[in-house]
């Protein structure tokens, strides 16, 4: 009956949220127009990522009634196409074991839980409850596992009368599972964020779990908590079937604040093993505004996507300049496993159904061999795919690259610096910089550059996605000009290099 209550409330709300957002959404400033966002309220981790019959699911981790952090649901979305969503009612609610916090979901296609009763396979939700009554008492065993499933493809859920699945034996972070079925051993695995470590746990029907390993205590990066991992399989670019765990962690970026680490090796459906010393991290983006990535589930073996949440947890998520909502997602991006040199790789890009926003008939194309310093690529709104061939003079050229500008003198600033092999985003004088103290800063990546570089860069009202040599570096950054950036304009120090093709794509909005 509480609950009944509690649902209608929260209903109410939702729906009065709704009028309002629609409105608020045409006239606030730095909504994004091609990015997912929340109509109202708070957004933070991407929840339960899964496709099926046509449609890719998106949850994410919400509190409905404010704009910071608070009781955790699960939104939802559906798209067709990976870019264009439709908001659908709030999935999953608190309840007395506690807030939902982030997890994922699958389709279990052999009724391995038994929940399927008609032809509509199950879709079940596996998820952290959070208990905040445990923690106000003090208690470790605050988090545990549970699961809901849905018979009519994501649109109501019904928790399982047996919830929790996993216990907690006194870890105090342990949480945000990830669940993928492992056909070698015709089992369900899981990872778990256990503060610093993942660990692995295994069933034959989503309900009874073992702990089966442990992963990561020392190795890899430490500065901050582990969160959301996601052990996925790749068919690397040699043909090698391969394993990628990606781990968020929240602090400990290489630029301050939450990021994602990622480790490469193999999977025996029991164990973890890095192919890399345990010192080797490396960094799935070097921005600082993506964080809690996971990859969707339900998708063909040789394809893996990606989405992100656009905001840095540590330093200022909760603080960002909008008023009636909060947050947006990465654009959804297909990672590959490349083998190179040094090892194996991961590569992004966005995916390749962006296309359907693409406004292809408006295309700006030049492709003659110029000198660029100063060159103004594009004045007016700015909502854009942009993709930039250089030919590198490293000897003469020491830097170059281009910035986003309004009138009132804002910039955002991406340089290649060709000296000191660095790619930075300068956010220094970017806009609003007053809600944190580590916003207007600039953030490097190392990059060794060769004779050529080649940028695919999308830019909407507040966020910035870098792809850097078809997708071997990337960089996300938000910023929050007071009036929109309405130029983009090249730059170089020292001269020889020379700009040899620009496209400029302009994106369609995704809002209604
Ligand atoms: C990551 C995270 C998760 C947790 C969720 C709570 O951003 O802290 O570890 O499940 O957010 O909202």
Redesign the pocket.
């Known amino acids: 009956m509480r609950k009944n209550i509690s649902r209608i409330f929260h209903f109410s709300f939702f729906i009065l949220h709704l009028s309002f957002a629609v409105s608020a959404q045409e006239v606030e400033q730095h909504r994004p127009q091609f990015h997912f966002t929340p109509k109202s309220g708070w957004m933070?981790?991407p929840n339960g990522l899964v496709y099926y019959a046509g449609e890719y699911h998106l949850f994410y981790?919400h509190y409905p009634d404010g704009t910071t952090?608070g009781p955790?649901h699960w939104g939802h979305a559906v798209s067709k196409d990976l870019v264009k969503w439709e908001h659908l009612p709030i999935a999953l609610y608190p309840d007395s074991l506690g807030?939902i916090?982030?997890?994922s979901a699958v389709v279990d296609e052999y009724n391995t839980a038994g929940f399927q009763k008609g032809k509509e396979k199950a879709l079940v939700a596996i998820y952290?409850y959070?208990n905040m009554e445990y923690e106000k008492a003090g208690r470790k065993d605050r988090e545990s596992q549970g699961i809901a499933y849905s018979l009519d493809k994501g649109r109501t859920w019904t928790k399982y009368a047996g919830n929790p699945v996993v216990k907690n034996k006194g870890d105090e972070?342990f949480?945000?599972p990830k669940v993928f079925w492992h056909e070698p051993t015709k089992k369900w695995c899981m990872t778990l964020?256990v503060h610093d470590h993942a660990e692995i746990f295994t069933s034959p029907n989503l309900k009874d779990w073992t702990y089966a390993s442990s992963f990561g205590k020392n190795a890899g990066a430490h500065g901050g908590?582990w969160?959301?991992p996601d052990l996925s399989n790749y068919i690397a670019s040699d043909g090698k079937e391969k394993w990628v765990l990606m781990q968020?962690l929240?602090p400990g970026a290489p630029n301050g604040g939450?990021g994602v680490q990622y480790f490469v090796g193999d999977f025996d459906g029991k164990g973890f093993k890095n192919d890399n010393p345990p010192e080797k991290t490396m960094w799935f983006d070097l921005g600082t505004d993506n964080?809690?990535g996971v990859t969707w589930s339900g998708l063909p073996k040789n394809r893996n996507v990606v989405i992100g949440?656009m905001s840095n947890?540590g330093d200022y998520a909760q603080t960002v300049p909008t008023k009636t909502w909060r947050s947006a997602t990465t654009i959804a991006r297909d990672i590959k496993l490349l083998k190179t040199e040094a090892g194996y790789r991961l590569y992004q890009l966005p995916v390749k159904e962006l296309n359907v926003i693409l406004d292809a008939a408006a295309t700006k194309t030049e492709s003659k061999t110029m000198n660029f310093d100063g060159k103004v690529l594009h004045k007016g709104i700015l909502q854009h795919s942009l993709d930039l061939s250089f030919d590198l003079k490293k000897a003469t050229s020491t830097e170059i690259g281009f910035e986003l500008s309004n009138d009132l003198n804002e910039k955002l600033v991406v340089g290649f610096d060709l000296k000191n092999n660095k790619c930075y985003v300068d956010r220094t004088n970017s806009g609003k910089k007053d809600f944190s103290k580590v916003f207007a800063v600039v953030h490097t990546a190392d990059y060794a550059f060769g004779d050529k570089l080649t940028l695919k860069v999308l830019i909407d009202r507040a966020s910035i996605e870098l792809f850097v040599d078809k997708g071997k570096l990337a960089m996300t950054e938000i910023f929050f000009p007071n009036k929109d950036f309405d130029k983009i304009s090249l730059f170089e120090k020292g001269k020889g290099s020379s700009l040899t093709q620009s496209k400029l794509i302009p994106i369609k909005s995704i809002l209604k």
């Open positions: 933070n981790d981790q952090w955790m807030y916090f982030s997890g952290t959070h972070d949480r945000d964020a908590v969160e959301c968020n929240n939450s964080y809690a949440w947890w």
